[in-house]
């Protein structure tokens, strides 16, 4: 067997480590993702966290409310009691009244408001805690699903690897590093099929002379569009 010929075998052991590092990195980037059971984790902390501002903002504005009554109540005491006979005093009095008791109406209006809204992001967290609980077991039969799949690659890969690297062993050194070298600048793949005269790598038409000493077997030949080897089909 050729140079060449030894070559494109080892590339083909090489090229089906390619696949088997690619799937390993897709499981383990799964696993390590934990994609839905992240998306539920978080946007349930969202409102957890919004819930906790409005439950703030409602028990500021029941105090601020709380203020306003007693303020009511004193205004209306002191209006009605009799102590205040000038009417220009009379009249602020019954103004600021009426304004603290406006002010009383929007903070009802508010508070209201914000039950509701309270009682809604309950609803949604309630919601997203079942979701995340159903998540979490789909997850878990995933993830062990996924453990399975990256062990059973592994070994696959492993095995492999070893048949590889002892099939590497027979061939010469100096080939193997021009082979490597290759396969880093081209993309994993160094030797090239010739059919029709074609590199099958670039589909480009190689010239007479090349083809020529590809047919000849007699010695390495690149593509001389590609630089890959060439071997013939």
């Not at 799949?149 to 590889?164: C, F, G, P, Y």
Request: with cysteine; charged share 30%; proline share 1%.
């Amino acid at each position: 067997m050729t140079s060449v010929k030894l070559l494109f075998s080892l590339q083909e052991f090489d090229l089906q480590l390619d696949v088997l590092d690619v799937r390993i990195t897709e499981v383990e980037l799964e696993l390590n993702a934990r994609a839905v059971v992240g998306e539920v984790e978080n946007s349930l902390g969202q409102q957890v966290a919004l819930l906790g501002e409005v439950q703030d903002a409602h028990k500021t504005q029941q105090i601020e409310a709380e203020d306003l009554k007693e303020r009511s109540t004193l205004l209306e005491a002191q209006l009605y009691s009799g102590e205040i006979t000038n009417p220009r005093d009379l009249s602020s009095l019954e103004l600021e009244t009426g304004n603290v008791k406006a002010q009383i109406d929007q903070k009802e209006i508010g508070l209201l408001e914000l039950a509701v809204r309270a009682d809604d992001l309950r609803r949604s967290v309630g919601e997203l805690e079942e979701q995340l609980e159903t998540s979490r077991a789909e997850w878990e039969v995933r993830r062990s699903e996924l453990t399975t799949q990256a062990e059973s690659l592994t070994a696959e890969k492993d095995e492999l690897n070893n048949r590889r690297n002892e099939f590497a062993s027979s061939i010469d050194q100096s080939e193997m590093g021009h082979y490597e070298h290759l396969r880093q600048s081209k993309g994993g793949t160094a030797v090239a099929k010739v059919e029709r005269g074609l590199c099958q790598a670039c589909r480009l038409s190689l010239p007479t002379q090349h083809l020529q000493r590809v047919k000849s077997g007699k010695q390495t030949v690149l593509c001389s569009s590609c630089g890959r080897m060439l071997l013939l089909g």
